[in-house]
Antibody, heavy 119, light 109 residues
Framework: QVQLQESGPGLVKPSETLSLTCVVA?????????WGWVRQAPGKGLQWIGHMYHSGTVYYDPSLRSRVTISVDTSRNQFSLKVTSVTAADTAVYYC????????????WGQGTLVTVSS | FMLTQPHSVSESPGKTVTISCTRNSGSIAKYYVQWYQQRPGSSPTTVIY?????PSGVPDRFSGSIDSSSNSASLTISGLKTEDEADYYC?????????FGGGTKLTVL
């Protein structure tokens, strides 16, 4: 059974960097699929942030591209998200997810972690 | 591109409801559409993938379709149950971009 678990600080100060990690259990990141992030601001809809393949191919939402980095650590079977220069608008539940390479489906999700941007 | 959904729909138990998802540019038929159900406080789960496929465990009351003439996708839920009350999101992509619709709140009353 594939399981994803997000971890990271729940509170980040404005202008600082948000960093989250997603540990994958039950499946090797190098065996295929994309690995990515989706966020959901309080009371709002889902927003795709970006995803990458273990070999390095990466895709980002153009509106976030200048501030976002997704990376994969195959030795630890985990992947990470960094968002720089955060503001209150980055306050959201952040989900990590596995995406199908064919079909574009988000087929496994983490439970989500709330990150609040506040001083 | 964007995917546009109605903000909310409501229907009575036992009835049928259809939620639309309109793509504003690019062909709806060229890239698969997925539908996710999200209950409060929970992660999304797939109810339809690749336009009209149901994951195992999703009842056949849920169905998906594509209409090229209106460039839209639809999620139909028949025999509504109170447990179907949730937010529903469509999702699709193109060569470099993935997007979710704004979500539709389904109320079963």
């Amino acid at each position: 059974q594939v399981q994803l678990q997000e971890s990271g600080p729940g509170l980040v100060k404005p202008s600082e960097t948000l960093s989250l990690t997603c540990v994958v259990a039950g499946y090797s990141i190098t065996s295929g699929y994309y690995w990515g992030w989706v966020r959901q601001a309080p009371g709002k809809g889902l927003q795709w942030i970006g995803h990458m393949y273990h070999s390095g191919t990466v895709y980002y939402d153009p509106s976030l591209r200048s501030r976002v980095t997704i990376s994969v650590d195959t030795s630890r079977n985990q992947f990470s998200l960094k968002v720089t220069s955060v503001t209150a608008a980055d306050t959201a539940v952040y989900y990590c997810a596995r995406l199908g390479v064919i079909g574009g489906r988000f087929n496994y999700w983490g439970q989500g972690t709330l990150v609040t941007v506040s001083s | 591109f964007m995917l546009t959904q109605p903000h909310s729909v409501s229907e009575s138990p036992g009835k049928t409801v259809t939620i639309s998802c309109t793509r504003n540019s690019g062909s709806i038929a060229k890239y698969y559409v997925q539908w996710y159900q999200q209950r409060p406080g929970s992660s999304p789960t797939t109810v339809i993938y690749e336009d009209n496929q149901r994951p195992s465990g999703v009842p056949d009351r849920f169905s998906g379709s594509i209409d090229s003439s209106s460039n839209s996708a639809s999620l139909t839920i028949s025999g509504l149950k109170t447990e179907d009350e949730a937010d529903y999101y469509c999702q699709s992509y193109d060569d470099n971009f993935w997007v979710f619709g704004g979500g539709t709140k389904l109320t079963v009353l």
